[in-house]
């Protein structure tokens, strides 16, 4: 079974310009969260989405968001980029079956990031 | 953020001594997750933990997660050089209305000599 993939990879882009990174989860997985890992910071939450909705949102100014498609495919972006928006965007999926209570499958798999630059 | 308190930041073991690491937090948690992240690499879920008191092992890795809740440890027995990386330790909140983003420690940063 295919992980979680991101793209791109790699990404250099200038204070003030906008930027959308790209998360396919785990087949079958409905869940995707995203973080943000800083060397100061450490890794923090950005926002969850699940059945196309945002269900939960981290503590990030509104420049930071996300959407999810109905293939569980989900996008974040980041507009009017700052120096300090460098970091690792980390995508990670969870199963989340219908019926199931949530706490029994919350193991988020996580993608390798999107190493963002911001010159 | 919230953070966890992990510890110890780094630690330089010989290969085949044993590692305990552990995280505490302020506030409870009913999810306790261990992670694994090399360079220019995503975390790699280690050991999943969901009730107070539990101890699961996964090959030479054994976390427990606390009775209190507010807790939990990864021991690693053994260590080999593919040990290298850093730990991360990870709790979630889901009180009903469903599950909170995780929230991380800082990670252990193991450097293993041979």
Redesign the interface.
């Known amino acids: 079974k295919a992980g979680?993939t991101q793209t791109p990879r790699y990404l250099i882009k200038t204070r003030g310009q906008q930027v959308t990174l790209s998360c396919s989860p785990i087949s079958g997985h409905r869940s995707v969260?995203w973080?943000q890992q800083t060397p100061g910071?450490?890794?923090?939450?950005?926002?969850?989405y699940f059945s196309e909705t945002q269900?939960?949102k981290?503590?990030f100014p509104g420049r930071f968001s996300g959407r999810q498609f109905s293939n569980s495919r989900s996008e974040m972006n980041v507009s009017t980029l700052e120096l300090g928006d460098s970091a690792l965007y980390?995508c990670?999926s969870s199963l989340r079956p219908r019926g199931k209570p949530?706490?029994?499958y919350?193991?988020?798999?996580?993608?390798?990031?999107t190493r963002l630059t911001v010159l | 953020?919230q953070?966890l308190n992990q510890s110890p930041q780094s630690m330089f073991i010989q290969e085949g001594e044993d590692v305990s690491m552990n995280c505490t937090s302020s506030s409870i948690f009913?999810?306790w997750?261990w992670?694994k992240q090399d360079p220019?690499?995503?975390?790699?879920?280690l050991i999943?933990l969901?009730k107070a008191g539990e101890l699961t092992s996964n090959g030479r890795l054994t976390a427990q997660f606390g009775i209190t809740r507010k807790d939990s440890f990864l021991n690693i027995s053994a260590s080999i050089p593919s040990d290298v990386g850093i730990y991360?330790c990870?709790g979630?909140l889901?009180s009903g209305g469903?599950?909170?983003?995780?929230?991380?420690?800082?990670?252990t940063h193991l450097i293993i000599q041979p």
């Open positions: 979680v969260s973080y910071q450490g890794l923090q939450f950005l926002f969850e269900r939960n981290g503590n980390l990670a949530n706490w029994a919350n193991e988020q798999f996580f993608g390798p990031g | 953020g953070q009913n999810t997750l992670y220019g690499e995503g975390p790699v879920l999943a969901y991360f990870a979630q889901d469903g599950a909170d983003g995780l929230t991380f420690g800082k990670g």
